[in-house]
């Protein structure tokens, strides 16, 4: 998969229609330091523009897998655009993610807004609620995200206590 003309294609169609974005998952570990192998592209949107956007990526070639009320997965046939995926939302999530987005170079010269360490945790989190067997390797992406400079420990462990996952985060606190 070629991430730089994906991020580039989807950067521009965000751009020109206004539609805020961060660049979450595997390549905002890679962004904030780490060397996190991914196969996938991963966006967070405004649910909002849900529908302008699959819109979009299917004008360019992607086939739609799955939409459900809070991401959708979509793949290329075209190997160099491979597969991305999408995590919409909104309200105080959306307000909270876009007010502190940072530019940060994400693969090759590509710079674009990407997701703080303690929004990536929080969203681990979900992904090691939902299925524990992502615990594996989310946590190790924890792991990695608990040591950028400037990361607000306590907020993460907060919101893992508030899903009941305060042994998790002891956890891969004390693996670090």
């Known amino acids: 998969m070629q991430f730089e003309v994906v991020l580039r ?18 390549l905002a570990i890679q962004a904030w330091g780490g060397s996190r192998f991914t196969k996938d592209a991963d966006l967070v949107i405004d ?14 070639g992607y086939e739609t897998l799955g939409v459900f009320d809070g991401y959708s997965n979509h ?20 307000r909270k993610i876009f007010a ?3 530019n940060r170079a994400v ?9 703080r360490p303690e929004h990536l945790a929080m969203m681990k989190a ?7 067997a992502r615990a594996l390797y989310e946590g190790d992406d924890v792991r990695l ?5 400037g990361v607000n420990r306590a907020e993460v462990r907060e ?6 996952l305060l042994e998790l985060f002891d956890a891969i606190e004390k693996a670090g």
């Open 9 to 26: 294609a989807f950067g521009e169609f965000f751009d020109r229609e206004n539609i805020r974005y961060a660049v979450i998952g595997g």
């Open 47 to 60: 649910r909002e523009v849900r529908d302008r956007v699959i819109a979009f990526a299917e004008s360019i």
């Open 75 to 94: 793949l290329n046939s075209d190997e160099d655009l491979g597969r991305i995926d999408f995590m919409y939302v909104t309200g105080e999530t959306a």
């Open 100 to 102: 502190s987005i940072e």
């Open 107 to 115: 693969i090759g010269d590509v710079v674009a807004p990407v997701a």
């Open 126 to 132: 979900i992904s090691m609620k939902n299925r524990p």
């Open 145 to 149: 995200l608990l040591k950028v400079p």
């Open 159 to 164: 919101y893992f206590a508030r899903h009941g």
